[in-house]
């Protein structure tokens, strides 16, 4: 099994949707977890980082839940400007090293007009 | 203020030669990651540093690839000799504060061995 698991999608909406994407880990002792956004032949981008109270940023929210291992991702009302992969990371944290990072293959958004 | 600088942007390269790749981090950032990006793989973690020291090379994928960082400003990720399945985008990122913090994405090599 991956560590980390996401829908690569395509989701393809409209200008003003919702739009709502899931990872799942497959670590219980995970201990961070972060969304980063990465266009077409760029480099990633932290987006926001996800904390157990869930957190908001704008049109972003992101959501943690522990006891089934995801992690989600809503944007509301999106932008043309939002179409971009979204990789889901997980640190897992192991003995008594600093851990180790998982990247997920991305969901792969379109925004259209 | 700079980012994190990569160089070369491109490397196109025959199978069998030496490549050099070479990232310089965020002054100050303690942290600095080594990754690499296909299409079928996605974003693996092939090594990072702390303060110099490398603490985690499991993501090296074989005796071919080498990194050093010789000082705080600059790194190398060596692949020697390399083959057509070492072609990838190669991502530097350094952070302050590790793993928990926010990683900065140099904007990568493009490597492709024929």
């Known amino acids: 099994r991956k560590e980390v698991e996401q829908d690569p999608g395509p989701f393809n909406v409209p200008e003003g949707a919702t739009v709502a994407f899931n990872c799942t880990y497959s670590n219980s002792a995970s201990q961070s977890f972060f969304w980063y956004r990465q266009d077409c032949r760029k480099e990633p981008k932290l987006l926001m980082s996800v904390y157990s109270s869930g957190n908001e940023d704008g049109r972003f929210t992101a959501q943690l839940n522990r006891a089934s291992q995801y992690i989600s991702l809503l944007i509301r009302d999106s932008k043309l400007s939002d179409s971009a992969t979204y990789l889901c990371v997980v640190n897992k944290e192991r003995g008594s090293t600093l851990g180790r990072l998982y990247f997920g293959r991305g969901t792969q958004l379109t925004v259209w007009p | 203020d700079a980012g994190v600088i990569q160089s070369p942007r491109h490397e196109v390269t025959e199978m069998g030669q030496e490549v050099t790749l070479r990232c310089k981090p965020i002054s100050g950032h303690d942290y600095l990651f080594w990754y690499r990006q296909t299409m079928m793989r996605g974003l693996e973690l092939l090594i990072y540093f702390n303060n110099n020291v490398p603490i985690d090379d499991s993501g090296m994928p074989e005796d071919r690839f080498s990194a050093k960082m010789p000082n705080a400003s600059f790194s190398t990720l060596k692949i020697q000799p390399s083959e057509p399945r070492d072609s990838a985008v190669y991502f530097c990122?350094?952070?302050?504060?590790?793993?928990?913090?926010?990683?900065?994405f140099g904007p990568g090599t493009r490597l492709t061995v024929l």
């Open positions: 990122a350094s952070s302050h504060g590790g793993l928990s913090d926010t990683q900065y």
